[in-house]
């Protein structure tokens, strides 16, 4: 079964146990056709179809539960008649389509028609797949839903039933509902960078879904899109959200089941004032409130769903920030300006198209000038350019409403973006919404760090690296390490190897960034369904006990500990754990806080290669790129390529997944390779210095070799490297030239004297004589031993002593003198066995039993040697995988059996029979000898090989035997009784019938009666086959023979061929491999004989007591094993490894040269410059123009300045040679007055001339609206005919109980002024203008309300208690509170009738305090009074404030009483509860300092600095 289709059965499974939140319960017709053409399918069609049925009913289930549609309940006849439809409700609906219900209740009932009231949920009728009859194979998505279904359910009808992964970019496009043009330039850039921000965002996009107007546009980039990427995960996803009452042919949509599919037809020649859904969208929401011809019913619930998803986390919890939104407008009318104000009046970003007409050309146009100038009669002028035919329409008010707020809009800079197609070069859309998305991450008052970690964090979920580089790390912006770990971080867990390598160049130490607690986090945040989670989650249960509590229980955190474990399984007992595990106390129950305590206690003075360990934590995680980088970054990379082959190998031998399974294969496959390329340069470079990479301990790799690695790895390439075999050979030959003759080794064995003569040549024999020919060689080749064994140091003359010590310790010698002994060891076995086995054993056995028993002492010390020091249970596994051990150990068994057989009379044959079988296996185990030979090596490798073949034809054959032998016996004989011939007449005789001995009883000629038992009596002869009276065979004579020739025919000629056949490939396969097998199998060989003991046996028993002297006086065996394991000190480690990292270096230079030059690359890179250059073109064949103008006007400006430099000349010549005064001279100098000029008229611009709060359209806490006031038509002394604002009174102050609206010329009682005069409002005016409403407001009374802004400060200390300083200056903290649901801000607020303090102040500070400030009110300085721009203000109602700095000196008991100080010298915030409405709140209180970025800081600038400056601290 595919993995598609097991993606499919486990997501209906876990639908099954109420787990929605991984799956999707529709599957569209791919889906179906992909699993029906399936084998699985075929062969399981019915569990198949059941599944996928089941699922489709748990989403009709879960849709009539939770989606719902609006049905008119009650019908009342409209004024308005229908042509076609003839009556119609108020609901706008045919009489038709009502129920029974509610036709009687139309009649019966005489009242009014209410949307509220006679509009009713009931369950959806709509949803399912959208096909699209005659444009190809198009579905989508649909479901139709009540206009108040919460936003929460629709996104999870998306994310879960529909399968839409989480968006990481929320785009809204909207703007024109009817058909417009757009240049094809602009429709072409429009399409391209939309495609590009959806696919390279993960972004959904958001439209109207009609077929018309902006949403016809996206529709044809989608589909562009989806033409021309075919791979899923770049297609783009399209929401329509559609009225369900402007949908034409909606009734082909309704069915109670639900359609998949639907067909859906375009018919815009009919359609009318309806409209048809674009056939370009993937999914489409369709919103019902219960009427018929409504356009505009769905913009709630759009921006209900849009706010929802924007507050949803992207990326997991530790990484996580919410889904930023955009806005992007196209065109459009009134309710495309509405829904910019509302957008950005709530903080969404937006980027307006210029030259796509009306409204965004409009807001193009005033978006670069300064407010003032966006006046009424600029707004007229605008209108009558994009909307002439319409002018006419416009009322006073509405060109006033325009005017307000494209003002609003052009003041919130940072959050308008224009995109100008044909004014900037190579500008492109999709970077134009990015930037808008940055530039409003830095308005919202965060920190610079903050905002800057946002726009990082923003960029890594975009995938867009480019936007990084261009708008992120600039030379103007300085680093440090530590402002990028967090995004570091969520570039790793990313998967961001692009973003990694950026943020390692702009300054990220790795050692910084990679703390324990670090380290820890990137391992929990691996995706749960992979095989390394689920091996760290086993690791972790098995550590709990079972009276773990619950909480404990539930919370899963993955320590290092673990991941030791894990690391240890994957790679082996052969290495020392790389984080050692913490030692836990045994008790009875498991304590979090103390597990916690050891963990930090294990962590401290850890992870001192961090590059190893993200190696090590990207190959497990699988992460390719990032492993290359980090490979690449750290030292010892020869071992580490080697960890990665191992780890790989090891993985995908437990992987489940096919397909990943050769995937890790593939990558263990590349790190081995990478590992061959390095040691070849290496060795290239220098031979010595690579072959002790080999040996050399690699203390970051858990104290092994790279050759163990290598060996563990199984990685045969590695081994078979020239220079891999000649450190080999170098072991192997010991102290003895490798240049030495057999003959001469030979000779040496039997007549040792010959060694102290000059027939074998040692090789520091041969190091001396190089020394002797050439002083300068000599002084270069000993500066190079510096690097190798130290046997080698010494080059002095060898005594003979020393001469037979190094013959006999070769292992080469001690190899043939093993195989000579084995061989004498045959002889006398065999002797024994034939000739002097006696009842009474002779001397020649005891011989023989003493000689068995020093090789039962041999293979005990090698089962105990641990040299490596692997641990005995590695050691014991390392000892039982070998098949040559498990044969020594199998013969001593059997011989030990056959022995205690032997000395009993009554089973001495046994015995004998026994030692005789015995010997069998000690001749097969010569095989083992043979292995060192190159000829006869490969050979016995190939042997094997070909016996794990003839297993599985055995099995075929002994079926045929079995079926074929049991047939023809029953035919011929009846009711045989006797087992052994049973046996014989079915095995043994057609088993015989291979080798062409046929039986003489299956036909009449040659049929005996002499040759059998006729009743089976006879027990040494076979019974006899079925015959008459007269002795005439009777059995089926054609029935038999037809069957022994159908199976010699199977057996001989199919079944041996077969045989034959898969030995060749046998043969071919390994021949490829034989030599890389033969030299990697001939590592263990040469490590035996390397660790053994000189003497052969019988005389190794001298060695044996040796070692037992040894072990139990406790002395450390002096015995070598350095040539495969080296301990360096730290010098040469340095000094090896920074040589393995230049010569890294240099062969990845070389490897990325090739990768270049090779014809893929080429190609890749010609047709990527194609596309550049081809968009370059299609970008700017209509801004060239523009470019030359700006090209003349920049030489302009250059000849200009050399002009005015020539005249300052001119005019300074003609001074000096008195030809006027100098005082009268014009200074023509050449300033940047013109840029200061504009740029503080830009900054006064952004300072609004009159209040603007107090003129938001909408009064805060109400439905109000405000009469709109324009900039230039705020001050009382400018005319205003056409205002009359509402006036608006709540009954109690700050509107928390219920609101009444006023008429315009009522008046609130407790004024005590008459009602019908204009008194109060020409008493009561607001002294900076007019604000679109009369009355009280929500304020406490008429006229002037006041307030205070109390700014209490001290200065901050260290943890020291010393004053904390900064430029010289003391640091000033001021007090802030945080109400519930709200954010920090100061303790300030209007003061009720007779109170001198706010209330916020008087809910945090006690009477103590309070007095306190009373007596400092006196001195405390005034920061501002005055007039605040306040939402709540009026034309006859508004609030003025006093701002005082009350500063706390450090002679004030109170300066610490509020708030303790942390152990650094930092405020710790408090909750402080408080009664409000009966329950209890809390509010939070703490001291924050006064820092330029902080973003209370920002919002209370202008007192701040004002009071840093009075205190003398810094700002």
């Not at 486990?10 to 017709?29: A, F, M, V, Y």
């Not at 009046?345 to 050309?361: K, L, M, Q």
């Not at 100080?1461 to 001291?1487: H, T």
Request: charged fraction near 25%.
């Amino acid at each position: 079964m595919s993995s598609h289709e097991m993606e499919i059965i486990n997501r209906i499974s876990s639908l099954k146990e109420g787990k929605c939140d991984q799956s999707r319960t529709l599957h569209s017709n791919n889906t179906l056709n992909v699993v029906g053409r399936s084998p699985s399918f075929i062969k399981n069609r019915k569990s198949s179809v059941t599944l996928i049925f089941e699922e489709q009913s748990l989403f009709r289930k879960w849709t009539r539960e939770n989606l719902s549609k609006k049905n008119c309940s009650y019908f009342v006849k409209s004024r308005i008649e229908s042509e076609t439809t003839g009556s119609v409700c108020e609901c706008g609906y045919s009489r038709d389509c009502h129920s029974e219900e509610a036709l009687k209740a139309g009649q019966q009932q005489q009242e009014k028609w209410s949307c509220i009231k006679h509009l009713q949920n009931v369950p959806t009728d709509a949803f399912g797949d959208l096909a699209f009859e005659g444009q190809g194979q198009k579905t989508a998505k649909y479901v139709r839903v009540s206009n108040d279904t919460a936003p929460g359910t629709l996104y999870q009808l998306m994310t879960k039933y529909w399968g839409l992964n989480p968006p990481q970019l929320l785009m809204s496009i909207t703007g024109g509902a009817k058909n417009f043009h757009l240049k094809p330039e602009l429709s072409f850039m429009f399409r391209r960078g939309l495609i590009k921000v959806a696919q390279s965002t993960g972004a959904w996009i958001i439209t109207g879904g009609s077929f018309a107007g902006v949403m016809k546009h996206v529709g044809e980039a989608v589909r562009h899109c989806n033409m021309t990427n075919s791979q899923k995960d770049k297609q783009i996803v399209a929401i329509g959200i559609a009225s369900w009452g402007i949908v034409y042919n909606r009734e082909s949509l309704v069915n109670v089941q639900g359609k998949f599919p639907a067909a859906y037809y375009l018919d815009e020649a009919h359609q009318g004032k309806l409209s048809c859904l674009d056939h370009n969208h993937t999914h489409f929401i369709l919103v019902d409130d219960g009427t018929h011809g409504c356009y505009g019913v769905e913009i709630a619930l759009r921006t209900q769903l849009e706010k929802y998803i924007s507050k949803q986390q992207m990326g997991s919890e530790d990484v996580g920030i919410e889904i930023p939104i955009v806005c992007v407008v196209l065109e459009g009318g009134r309710g495309t300006l509405n829904t910019i104000h509302s957008a950005m009046g709530h903080g969404t970003p937006c980027v307006i198209v210029e030259g796509s007409g009306r409204v965004a050309d409009i807001l193009a146009n005033a978006a670069d000038l300064p407010v003032a100038q966006i006046t009424i009669s600029f707004i007229e002028k605008q209108l009558r350019t994009f909307f002439s035919e319409s002018y006419n329409m416009f009322s006073e008010r509405e060109i006033m409403l325009w005017t307000k707020q494209v003002q609003d809009i052009v003041r919130m800079q940072d959050l308008l973006t224009v995109f100008r197609a044909d004014k900037s070069r190579n500008s492109n859309l999709d970077v134009a919404i990015l930037e808008a998305l940055f530039k409003a991450s830095s308005s919202h008052g965060q920190q610079w760090q903050e905002n800057l970690d946002h726009q990082l964090q923003l960029a890594i979920a975009w995938s867009r690296l480019d936007i990084a580089k261009s708008h992120i790390f600039t030379d103007d912006k300085q680093w440090k390490s530590s402002h990028l770990h967090q995004a570091m971080f969520a570039a790793l867990v990313g998967n961001k190897p692009g973003f990694v390598e950026l943020f390692m160049k702009n300054g990220v130490n790795l050692r910084e960034f990679l703390s324990p607690e670090m380290l820890v986090r990137l391992y929990n945040n691996i995706p749960h369904h992979t095989l390394l989670y689920k091996k760290l989650c086993k690791v972790v249960d098995s550590e709990k006990q079972p009276q773990t509590n619950a909480k404990l229980e539930n919370t899963r955190k993955i320590l290092l500990q673990h991941i030791s474990v894990v690391l240890q399984e994957l790679l082996g007992e052969f290495m020392e754990p790389l984080y050692k595990q913490p030692i836990i106390s045994s008790r009875k129950s498991l304590d979090i806080t103390s597990i916690g305590d050891q963990q930090d206690e294990f962590q401290e003075g850890m992870l001192e290669d961090p590059e190893r360990d993200l190696f090590i934590w990207a190959i497990l995680t699988k992460r390719k790129n990032l492993a290359s980088i980090f490979w690449e970054q750290g030292m010892d990379s020869i071992a580490a390529s080697l960890v990665a082959c191992k780890i790989l190998k090891k993985i995908s031998s437990e992987e489940n997944d096919t397909d990943l399974s050769e995937k890790m294969e593939e990558l263990a496959q590349e790190y081995e390779d990478q590992a061959i390329g390095l040691f070849t340069e290496c060795y290239k470079k220098h031979s010595k210095r690579a072959q002790k990479l080999l040996v050399r301990v690699s203390t970051g790799w858990g104290n092994t070799t790279c050759l163990r690695l290598a060996l563990e790895a199984e990685s045969k390439k590695f081994m078979a490297l020239g220079g891999v075999q000649d450190l080999l050979t170098k072991i192997w030959w010991g102290d003895l030239s490798v240049d030495t003759r057999l003959w001469q080794l030979l000779l040496c064995l039997v007549v040792w004297p010959v060694i102290c003569s000059k027939l074998i040549t040692f090789r520091q024999d041969e190091q001396r004589q190089k020394e002797l020919s050439s002083t300068v060689k000599v002084e270069s080749l000993q500066s190079r031993q510096h690097f190798f064994f130290h046997n080698e140091e010494d080059v002095k003359p060898l005594t003979c002593w020393q001469q037979l010590r190094a013959f006999y310790t070769a292992p080469v010698v001690v190899f043939y003198w093993n195989v000579l002994a084995y061989f004498g060891f045959l002889w006398l076995f065999a002797y024994v066995l034939l000739i002097d086995f006696q009842s009474q054993p002779s001397g020649r056995e005891y011989l023989l039993y003493a000689w068995l028993l020093t090789l039962v002492f041999e293979e005990l010390r090698q089962f105990l040697y641990d040299p490596g020091s692997f641990g005995f249970r590695k050691k014991a596994l390392l000892y039982i995988d070998s098949r040559w051990n498990q044969m020594d150990v199998a013969a001593i068994l059997i011989f030990i059996v056959g022995l205690v057989c032997r000395w009993f009379p009554a089973t001495f044959q046994h015995g004998r029979i026994i030692l005789c079988l015995d010997y069998i296996i000690y001749c097969l185990r010569l095989m083992h000898i043979f292995t060192v030979s190159k000829t006869l090596g490969p050979k016995i490798i190939m042997l094997e090989m070909m016996i794990k073949d003839i297993f599985f034809f055995l099995f075929l054959l002994l079926v045929t035997i079995v079926a074929y032998g049991v047939a023809n016996h029953a035919i011929l004989v009846h009711n045989e009784i006797r087992l052994s011939w049973i046996f014989k007449g079915v095995v043994f005789k057609p088993y015989l019938m291979l080798f062409g001995d046929i039986p003489t009883d299956i036909s009449y000629l040659d049929f005996d009666l002499s040759q059998c038992s006729v009743n089976g009596t006879n027990s040494y002869q076979p019974k006899c086959a079925q015959h008459d009276s007269t002795g005439e065979p009777i059995f089926p004579e054609w029935l038999t023979i037809i069957l022994l020739c159908l199976y010699l025919l199977f057996t001989n000629i199919l079944l041996l061929n077969l045989l034959i056949a898969m030995f060749n490939y046998t043969f071919q396969v390994i021949q490829e491999n034989t030599d890389k097998i033969w030299k990697f199998q001939r590592y263990s060989l040469i490590e035996e004989y390397y660790t053994r003991p000189p003497a052969p046996p019988p005389f190794i028993i001298f060695s044996h007591l040796f070692v037992l002297i040894e072990c139990v006086t406790c002395r450390k065996s002096k015995h070598k094993h350095k040539k495969f394991k080296v301990q360096l000190d730290e010098k040469d480690e340095a000094e090896i490894l920074s040589w393995e990292a230049i010569i890294k270096e240099n062969y990845i230079v070389k490897q990325m040269r090739n990768q270049s030059q090779s014809l893929n690359e080429q190609v890749k890179c010609t047709l990527e410059t194609v596309e550049t250059v081809a968009d370059v073109f299609d970008v700017n064949r209509e801004s060239n123009k523009m470019e030359i103008v700006e090209q003349k006007i920049h030489h302009l400006e250059e000849q200009m300045f050399q002009s005015m430099q020539a005249l300052n000349w001119i005019m300074k010549a003609l001074v000096d040679k008195d030809f006027g005064h100098r005082g009268s001279a014009p200074v023509l100098a050449i300033s940047d007055r013109n840029k200061k000029e504009e740029s503080a008229g830009k900054e006064r611009d952004l300072k609004p001339m009159y209040h603007v709060k107090a003129r938001s359209l909408m009064y805060p806490d109400s439905k109000i609206e405000r009469f709109p006031v324009p900039d230039e038509m705020v001050p009382w002394q400018v005319p205003f005919v056409e205002y009359s604002p509402s006036c608006y009174t709540t009954e109690t102050p700050d509107g928390h109980q219920k609101m009444r609206k006023l008429a315009p010329l009522e008046i609130s009682e407790d004024i005590g002024v008459d009602d019908r005069s204009n008194t109060v409002e020409k008493r009561y005016l607001n002294p900076v203008g007019r604000t679109g409403i009369t009355g009280r407001g929500s304020l406490w009374k008429l006229g002037c309300n006041l307030a205070m802004d109390p700014i209490i400060t001290r200065f901050k200390k260290n943890s020291d208690n010393s004053l904390a300083m900064k430029c010289s200056k003391h640091i000033l903290e001021f007090l802030i509170v945080r109400y519930p649901q709200e954010d920090w801000s100061l303790p300030a607020g209007i003061l009720d009738p007779g109170e001198i303090f706010p209330k916020k102040m008087k809910l945090i500070l006690n009477t103590k305090m309070l007095n306190m400030l009373k007596k400092l009110m006196e001195n405390a300085f005034q920061v501002y009074t005055g007039y605040v721009d306040d939402p709540r203000n009026t034309d006859n109602a508004w609030i003025e404030t006093q701002a005082l700095n009350f500063h706390l000196d450090e002679d004030n008991p109170f300066t610490n009483m509020l708030t303790s100080r942390g152990g650094s010298g930092a405020s710790r915030s408090i909750n402080l509860p408080f009664f409000q409405q009966g329950s209890v709140l809390e509010i939070a209180v703490k001291w924050q300092v006064v820092e330029q970025g902080e973003p209370l800081c920002v919002l209370y600038k202008d007192y701040l600095q004002i009071v840093a400056e009075k205190r003398g601290a810094h700002f």
